[in-house]
């Protein structure tokens, strides 16, 4: 099953193989839509561009979980390996905390600085990591969601999207088009994985098996990259000194920095090392 939002404020579930639709909820939210979650067979979430949650249950056709605790649009969403506790990422720079479970609202972080763009589970689900509008990264851990523990701020213009490879490294998609590995406690950026130059990047996706990651920017194009080699890195606690403003190491072939100086340009964007971040676990 494929589920989408829409601006028009509609929910469509459709048949993937067919194209057929099976479900429609046509004023699903006050405001237009901005993303969606599947949860499990039957439970999947909404959030809008009002800061409204909503948690809908197929076998009733109705939400379950009605909430409206952050200000500004949900920007992206993430359930724990149980479907119990989901987590919401705003506009207002907050992380909604939500239990599915018991159909209730539990906490909000306090503010970050900028718009919380993404968020994923990290480290066997005791780590939280929030990309934002910044370029920083924050972290939480799964039991102390009022505060951040740590953030790591990359020479990056924001972190726009953010998917995780392994349980310690995450592809971040930025508005200078680069997509980034890096590697959460220790906080390392890795390197370069590839680019739409110029192009800001709108979306990560890992495919089943994670040996590709997939990437879409405004230039309209959907382009594809081998990542199988990021999960067999080791990232050491100890830093190296390198060159302050150095360009990104390149860890395909295809990426910026690898064979020919093509991507010269972006270097000037680009640094290897964490601007801040503690690396205490």
């Known amino acids: 099953e494929l589920f989408t939002v829409s601006k028009d404020k509609s929910v469509h579930v459709l048949t993937v193989e067919e194209g057929r639709l099976e479900t429609r909820f046509p004023k699903a939210h006050s405001s237009a839509l901005n993303c969606v979650l599947p949860i499990d067979n039957h439970i999947f979430a909404t959030g809008d561009d009002g800061g409204a949650l ?55 972080s306090e503010p970050q600085n900028g718009d919380l ?16 509008s910044e370029g920083t990264i924050y972290l939480f851990n ?5 505060a951040a523990s740590d953030r790591f701020a990359l020479r990056a213009e924001s972190v726009d999207c953010m998917v995780p490879i392994t349980d310690s ?13 890096v590697n959460v406690l220790p906080n390392r950026v890795l390197g370069c994985v590839g680019q739409h130059l110029g192009e800001p990047v709108e979306q990560l996706a890992v495919a089943p098996g994670g040996q590709l990651l ?23 606690d100890y830093r190296k000194k390198k060159k302050k403003g150095g360009p990104l190491r390149a860890l395909s072939s295809k990426a910026a920095g690898s064979g020919e100086d093509f991507f010269a ?16 676990d």
């Open 142 to 146: 799964w039991d102390g969601f009022g």
């Open 117 to 132: 763009t993404s968020v994923v589970l990290l480290k066997r689900g005791k780590k939280v990591a929030c990309g934002s």
């Open 54 to 108: 909503k948690v809908w249950d197929l076998r009733k056709g109705d939400a379950i979980l009605e909430a409206r605790q952050q200000e500004e649009y949900i920007s992206a969403m993430a359930v724990d390996g149980n479907g119990k506790i989901l987590l919401t990422a705003s506009g207002d720079g907050t992380l909604g905390v939500f239990n599915v479970k018991r159909r209730r609202f539990e906490l909000l």
């Open 214 to 236: 997939a990437s879409c920017a405004h230039d309209q194009k959907v382009k594809f990259w081998d990542v199988s080699a990021l999960r067999g890195l080791v990232v050491d």
């Open 265 to 280: 340009d972006l270097r000037d964007e680009a640094e290897p090392e964490a601007a801040a971040g503690s690396d205490s």
């Open 169 to 181: 490294i995450v592809c971040v998609g930025s508005l200078d088009g680069v997509i980034r590995a």
